[in-house]
Nanobody, 121 residues
Framework: QVQLVESGGGLVQAGGSLRLSCAASGNILRIDTMDWYRQAPGKQRELVAYIGSSGSTNYVDSVKGRFTISRDNAKNTVYLQMNSLKPEDTAVYYC???????????????WGQGTQVTVSS
């Protein structure tokens, strides 16, 4: 199994920055994709940013130019640098990873517990 632990959330004023981290641990043989999702109250969970094993990235339109996803494969960690934050970025942010673990034939999907990001106006 894989455990994902997020950190770095908090309260920030509009225009400010936060950096989220998500560290994966467990009997990991390989991590394929690592993503950040968010869920605001009363809304569906949405994919915010994606990074593939080769480093390719993609973002939801609303965060392009403001957020940057990166990963450190040696540390099994993914980051989300969030700049120019807006009140509408307020949500619980979840880390997601697709990983192959020891003894498994196929990769599986894993979720972190979430970290709250609140942007005040």
């Amino acid at each position: 199994q894989v455990q994902l632990v997020e950190s770095g959330g908090g309260l920030v004023q509009a225009g400010g920055s936060l950096r989220l981290s998500c560290a994966a641990s467990g009997n990991i043989l390989r991590i394929d994709t690592m993503d950040w999702y968010r869920q605001a109250p009363g809304k569906q969970r949405e994919l915010v940013a994606y990074i593939g094993s080769s480093g390719s990235t993609n973002y939801v339109d609303s965060v392009k130019g403001r957020f940057t996803i990166s990963r450190d494969n040696a540390k099994n960690t993914v980051y989300l640098q969030m700049n120019s934050l807006k009140p509408e970025d307020t949500a619980v942010y979840y880390c997601n990873a697709e990983a192959l673990t020891l003894g498994s034939r196929w990769s599986a999907n894993y979720w972190g517990q979430g970290t709250q990001v609140t942007v005040s106006s």
